[in-house]
């Protein structure tokens, strides 16, 4: 992995881009690591009964993709600062995961990445991830 | 329905709320530790050396295996227990969830979260949660239904009692707008038979043939018998010569971008977003709305030269659409 340092990214650069196939491992794989245990992230029978056709992805593997998907980016050297999530509809086992990303912002300090992922259902998470890269 | 007297009654009540902590401070059962970092990193799928991989992590810029930072608040989830549910609150932010519930406020929805890392968490380090009812909306409408924002603020503290991060975390209290759909048992399949598809175009007497040619492959507009003149989209007159007598001819499909605006958002279901909306002069001097597809909204100048096809959606409907060519 290589970093990328803070005067080689400029505002509107595009991120490469990535594709999850969400299924029922990953979001309950994703729910258990994250210790959550709330029963519609691993028991198909407990999401139905709340009206969807099955497990969802937890709101923190979704922040675990995003997180990821940053640092794949910029690599081992960058220092996540903050970010700031929107939450849409639910990803579910058989949606592909679809997530892109643009430097929306830069600072002296500071870049600010958007990163949007959707499904078939739409959106299913907007963030904004600010980072610190190495001068 | 609350009446008047008890919504204002209700309000009083979950205002109270506001400001407290929902319960004393929770101090993770495990100290970070690499074996739950490598859990995570398996599931996102996360290859970064610096979370795993002591050697490498050792010479960056975090001198040693570091914690993800969005796992901050898995440290100090309550776990196992969470599976049996909360029908008896056990803090203050159930209690809250309870008395709305009970109100009718049944459903649930997180929709915000916000997170500053002061610092990545270090193997061996004990986080302690502190989280407040930091606000309650006034009652509001949204598409989920009416209901309360209630924002919650957890700040994350080390051992030694300074902060890590902390975190806002908005969730929608909510009056479901209809009842839950009634689970599926159909198996597999399931949640593709939820998957949202293209809103499609109302279809009447004027203009059900135009879709119906489209459905059979061919792409067409409407001709005026009386005077030759043609016309899209379809309508039951010529504005040429007031004739109602008309037929139809099948375009080339060849024509040039006139003009196009690219849709973000909002972004409904069933569709790829950006859209490249596009109103095409067709050669045969008539407009057609559409969209441009595999071109980048970049890469979208007016007057370049477009050639339509006809698209099938996963459902079946068929549409025209456009592409460059050359
Ligand atoms: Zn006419």
Redesign the interface.
């Known amino acids: 992995?290589t970093t990328r340092t803070h005067a080689s990214v400029e505002v509107g650069e595009e991120l490469p881009p990535l594709d999850?196939e969400t299924t029922a491992t990953?979001v309950a794989?994703?729910a258990?690591?994250?210790?959550?245990?709330?029963?519609v992230h691993h028991?198909r029978?407990a999401a139905?009964?709340?009206?969807l056709?099955?497990i969802f992805m937890n709101?923190?593997?979704t922040?675990?993709?995003?997180?990821?998907y940053v640092?794949?980016w910029s690599g081992?050297?960058a220092?996540?600062?903050?970010?700031?999530?929107?939450?849409?509809?639910p990803n579910?086992?058989?949606?592909t995961l679809k997530i892109r990303g643009t430097v929306s912002a830069k600072t002296d300090a500071e870049v600010e990445i958007d990163v949007a992922g959707?499904n078939?259902?739409?959106?299913h998470v907007n963030a904004t991830v600010r980072v610190v890269l190495?001068q | 329905m609350l009446t008047a007297d008890q919504k204002k009654e209700l309000e009083a009540t979950i205002q109270q709320f506001v400001g407290k902590p929902i319960g004393p401070a929770a101090t993770s059962r495990d100290a970070v530790n690499e074996a739950?970092i490598l859990?995570?990193c398996?599931?996102?799928?996360?290859?970064?050396?610096?979370y795993q991989d002591r050697a490498?992590?050792e010479k960056?810029?975090?001198g040693g295996i570091v914690a993800?930072?969005?796992?901050l608040?898995?440290?100090t989830?309550?776990?196992?227990?969470?599976?049996k549910?909360y029908d008896e609150p056990t803090n203050e932010e159930q209690r809250l969830h309870k008395i709305l519930t009970d109100a009718g406020y049944t459903g649930v929805?997180?929709?915000?979260?916000?997170?500053?890392?002061d610092r990545?968490l270090r193997i061996g380090d004990e986080v302690t949660a502190e989280t407040i009812i930091e606000g309650i909306s006034e009652e509001k409408a949204t598409g989920a239904g009416i209901g309360y924002f209630i924002t919650t603020k957890t700040t994350f503290s080390d051992a030694a009692g300074a902060q890590v991060g902390w975190m806002n975390f908005r969730v929608l209290k909510f009056i479901p707008k209809e009842a839950?759909?009634?689970?599926?048992?159909s198996g597999g399949g399931?949640?593709?038979?939820?998957?949202?598809a293209r809103i499609k175009p109302p279809m009447g007497h004027d203009n059900a043939w135009w879709w119906n040619e489209v459905a059979a492959g061919r792409i067409t507009v409407q001709r005026c018998k009386g005077c030759q003149q043609l016309r899209h989209p379809p309508r039951p007159m010529c504005p040429g010569c007031r004739s109602m007598e008309w037929d139809s001819i099948e375009i080339s499909g060849r024509g040039t971008l006139h003009t196009f605006t690219v849709i973000h958002y909002p972004?409904?279901?069933?569709?790829?977003?950006p859209i490249c909306a596009a109103l095409v002069d067709l050669e045969e001097g008539v407009r057609m709305v559409s969209d441009v597809m595999d071109c980048k909204p970049e890469d979208l100048k007016i007057g370049m030269k477009l050639k339509a096809y006809i698209h099938e959606d996963d459902d079946g409907f068929k549409l025209p659409l456009f592409r460059p060519s050359e």
Not at chain 1, 32 to 39: C, E, N, V
Not at chain 2, 77 to 83: F, L, S, T, Y
Not at chain 2, 190 to 196: C, D, H, K
């Open positions: 992995m999850i990953i794989g994703g258990l690591a994250s210790r959550d245990y709330t029963p028991d029978a139905q009964a709340q009206g056709p099955d709101i923190l593997t922040k675990g993709f995003v997180g990821r640092t794949d081992p050297d220092v996540v600062k903050g970010v700031k999530i929107k939450l849409g509809g579910l086992p058989g949606h959707t078939p259902y739409g959106a190495p | 739950m859990q995570w398996d599931a996102m799928g996360d290859t970064n050396p610096v490498v992590a960056s810029v975090h993800p930072p969005m796992m608040d898995a440290w989830m309550q776990g196992w227990d969470m599976h549910g929805l997180g929709t915000n979260t916000e997170q500053e890392f990545y839950p759909q009634a689970a599926s048992d399931a949640a593709e038979a939820y998957v949202p972004q409904f279901p069933g569709y790829e977003f």
